[in-house]
Each structure stands twice: as structure tokens, then as C-alpha cells.
């Protein structure tokens, strides 16, 4: 134990650091020897210099590529954690000298996107604008690793419940229901009573068959007597979904704020028909007890607004 202490504190440096994520990230000598602008035979030296400090092997290597050890697993995380916190330090440094107001990243759900993310971002703009925001968007199971490891400040979008865990602070902004979408010209847009049938029989964006939506999508189907439709692309992006509504006539179901902001600008039209699918609220994710760097923060204060204010709320 006290060895390893020892090298996390004092041995590993930066470059040590930097290679360990390359080999994690590419999983192959050579790759990362590349991305590094190293030999492979400097990285070959490297690891193993870094596995006699620790008097543990960190990678199991094969003709196939690299792969972490469970102890190299945990130094990588490490590894990934100390680059993180380097580079949030050195980017608020780079901004002050430049006379700019900082950076903070946000990862976000495509539900947050468009409305009250962007909105948050121009209040956070109209009082700091040289303030620089990064956003990743994806989903939980993708983005919470990244919040642990410091790589992101902020998560933002539905707080699924089973992921909640003790060491995150979540806040509930806004419920956000599911609603159906279809372009403008669409026969069912000039329907006054649409019914699942008529979903059921049309061409369908659904969520991919891994996302609960999907499984709360189906249910309702099935509760309306009726077969999920036949004609159907799989995807949770909102391009894909517009792409699909503009192109192929197709049905597409969205949260309400965001088929609104669409609707807004002509791209779809929002269905009168019920879609009563029991959805988390959406919301932020901070990691419980870090500190949240003053341009965060204020995010998180412009975010509150627009959930509270003029912004989502009345959607």
C-alpha cells in the first residue's frame, strides 16, 4: 500500500499520465505511440517503467492489442481524473490572462438541448461572453462516467431514477411529457382526433430498443389493443427524427418543450393526442461536495432561471 501511495504521489508524471489514456483509448501500442508522436518501442518502455514502479502489470498485451489489467483499469481512471483536473486549471488560467471569463462543460441529454440549455446559454453569454461552453451530448450511461472522472462540470437532462447514487447531487428542474410529431403537411396534422391506430399504421422514428422510452412506447400500443408500427428507424437524435418527419411522412415522439421549439420554426406539428408515458423530470447533475468553478456556476444559476422563468416552464 504504502508503495503505491508513494508512486501515485510522488513517481507518475504528466506524460505518464497521458500515455496510460492513449493505451486505454486505443488499446494497441502502435495507435497510441502514434497519437502520442512517440516510437512504439518508447511507449513498450514507458509501461513498463510505470508497472515496476507499481510491481503490478497494467495491461495485458497480445497480438491482438492491449487491455487494462484490473489494476490498470483503476490507475487509468486515476490517470483520466488528475488530466481532467489539469486541464480545467489550465484553461481558467489561459482565460484570465486572455482576459476572457472561463470554460465549464456540460454534458447533456438531446431533451435539454435545444431549449433549455440554449437558452441558458445566451443569458450565461449576455453577461460573460467571452465565456467559453462545451457541450457533450449523449446519454446517462455514457455521461456519468465523465462527470465522475472531472472531464465534465455538469450533467443536464431526465434524472433517470436508477442512476441515482450516493455520490450525486441531483436537482429536479421541470417535468417534461412525451408528445407525437409529425410534419405540418401530414394528414394527421389536419386531424383533430388522431388515435394510436393512426400512429400504428404510419411510418415510425422510434427510440433505439435499449432506451425505456421504447419499452413505455410499446406498452402503449399494446394497452390500445393494438401492434407496434411495422415501418420504423431506430434513433434518439433529433436530426434523424426531423429528417425522417420531413422525408418520409414519418411519426416521430418528442418532449414537449422541444416538438414546440420545432413547431415554433414550421419543421413539425404537434399532435392532440395523449401519449401518458410515466417520464423523470428533467434536471441537473453535480458530483456531491466538488465545487463548482464561478462560470458553472452561474450556468447553473441562468439554467435555473430559464426552467423557472420565461424559458421552459410555459412551453
Same mark, same amino acid.
Request: hydrophobic share 45%.
Given at each position: 500500500?504504502?508503495?503505491? !501511495?508513494?508512486? $501515485?504521489?510522488?513517481?507518475?508524471?504528466?506524460?505518464? /499520465?497521458?500515455?496510460?489514456?492513449?493505451?486505454?483509448?486505443? *488499446?494497441?501500442?502502435?495507435?497510441?505511440?502514434?497519437?502520442?508522436?512517440?516510437?512504439?518501442?518508447?511507449?513498450?518502455?514507458?509501461?513498463? &517503467?510505470?508497472?515496476?514502479?507499481?510491481?503490478?502489470?497494467?495491461?495485458? *498485451?497480445?497480438?491482438?492489442?492491449?487491455?487494462?489489467?484490473?489494476?490498470?483499469?483503476?490507475?487509468?481512471?486515476?490517470?483520466?481524473?488528475?488530466?481532467?483536473?489539469?486541464?480545467?486549471? %489550465?484553461?481558467?488560467?489561459?482565460?484570465?490572462?486572455?482576459?476572457?471569463?472561463?470554460?465549464?462543460?456540460?454534458?447533456?441529454?438531446?431533451?435539454?438541448?435545444?431549449?433549455?440549455?440554449?437558452?441558458?446559454?445566451? %443569458?450565461?453569454?449576455?453577461?460573460? %461572453?467571452?465565456?467559453?461552453?462545451?457541450?457533450?451530448?449523449?446519454?446517462?450511461?455514457?455521461?456519468?462516467? %465523465?462527470?465522475?472522472?472531472?472531464?465534465?462540470?455538469?450533467?443536464?437532462?431526465?434524472?433517470?431514477?436508477?442512476?441515482?447514487?450516493?455520490?450525486? &447531487?441531483?436537482?429536479? /428542474?421541470?417535468? !417534461?411529457?412525451?408528445?407525437?410529431?409529425?410534419?405540418?403537411?401530414?394528414? $394527421?396534422?389536419?386531424? *383533430?382526433?388522431?388515435?394510436?391506430?393512426?400512429?400504428?399504421?404510419?411510418?415510425?422514428?422510434?427510440?433505439?430498443?435499449?432506451?425505456?422510452? *421504447?419499452?413505455?412506447?410499446?406498452?402503449?400500443?399494446?394497452?390500445?389493443?393494438?401492434?407496434?408500427? &411495422?415501418?420504423?428507424? &431506430?434513433?434518439?437524435?433529433?436530426?434523424?427524427?426531423?429528417?425522417?418527419?420531413?422525408?418520409?411522412?414519418?411519426?416521430?415522439?418528442?418532449?414537449?418543450?422541444?416538438?414546440?421549439?420545432?413547431?415554433?420554426?414550421?419543421?413539425?406539428?404537434?399532435?392532440?393526442?395523449?401519449?401518458?408515458?410515466? $417520464?423523470?423530470? +428533467?434536471?441537473?447533475?453535480?458530483?456531491?461536495?466538488?465545487?463548482?468553478?464561478?462560470?458553472?456556476? /452561474?450556468?447553473?444559476?441562468?439554467?435555473?432561471? +430559464?426552467?423557472?422563468?420565461?424559458?421552459?416552464?410555459?412551453?
Amino acid at each position: 500500500m504504502a508503495q503505491i !501511495d508513494r508512486v $501515485l504521489r510522488s513517481n507518475l508524471k504528466l506524460r505518464h /499520465l497521458q500515455m496510460l489514456v492513449a493505451l486505454d483509448q486505443f *488499446r494497441h501500442l502502435g495507435r497510441a505511440a502514434e497519437f502520442l508522436s512517440v516510437t512504439q518501442p518508447a511507449v513498450s518502455k514507458t509501461l513498463a &517503467e510505470i508497472e515496476s514502479l507499481f510491481g503490478l502489470p497494467l495491461f495485458e *498485451r497480445s497480438t491482438r492489442g492491449t487491455e487494462p489489467t484490473a489494476a490498470g483499469a483503476s490507475v487509468v481512471r486515476f490517470a483520466r481524473s488528475v488530466l481532467a483536473g489539469y486541464e480545467r486549471t %489550465r484553461d481558467e488560467m489561459a482565460a484570465e490572462a486572455s482576459g476572457a471569463s472561463g470554460r465549464t462543460s456540460v454534458g447533456a441529454m438531446v431533451v435539454a438541448t435545444p431549449v433549455l440549455l440554449a437558452q441558458a446559454v445566451e %443569458r450565461l453569454k449576455a453577461v460573460s %461572453r467571452r465565456t467559453t461552453v462545451l457541450i457533450d451530448e449523449g446519454d446517462l450511461t455514457r455521461l456519468l462516467p %465523465r462527470l465522475r472522472l472531472g472531464e465534465l462540470d455538469l450533467f443536464v437532462g431526465r434524472l433517470e431514477p436508477g442512476y441515482a447514487a450516493p455520490d450525486l &447531487e441531483t436537482e429536479p /428542474l421541470y417535468d !417534461d411529457p412525451m408528445v407525437a410529431v409529425v410534419h405540418p403537411a401530414h394528414a $394527421l396534422a389536419k386531424k *383533430r382526433k388522431p388515435q394510436w391506430a393512426d400512429l400504428a399504421a404510419a411510418p415510425c422514428v422510434l427510440p433505439p430498443p435499449w432506451a425505456s422510452l *421504447r419499452v413505455k412506447l410499446t406498452q402503449q400500443f399494446f394497452a390500445h389493443g393494438l401492434h407496434p408500427p &411495422e415501418d420504423i428507424v &431506430e434513433s434518439a437524435s433529433f436530426l434523424s427524427q426531423i429528417s425522417f418527419v420531413q422525408q418520409r411522412g414519418a411519426v416521430a415522439f418528442m418532449a414537449r418543450t422541444v416538438a414546440r421549439h420545432f413547431a415554433a420554426q414550421g419543421l413539425v406539428a404537434v399532435l392532440p393526442l395523449p401519449v401518458p408515458v410515466d $417520464l423523470p423530470p +428533467v434536471g441537473l447533475i453535480t458530483l456531491r461536495g466538488q465545487r463548482l468553478t464561478p462560470v458553472t456556476q /452561474l450556468l447553473v444559476e441562468c439554467l435555473r432561471e +430559464v426552467a423557472a422563468g420565461g424559458g421552459v416552464a410555459r412551453r
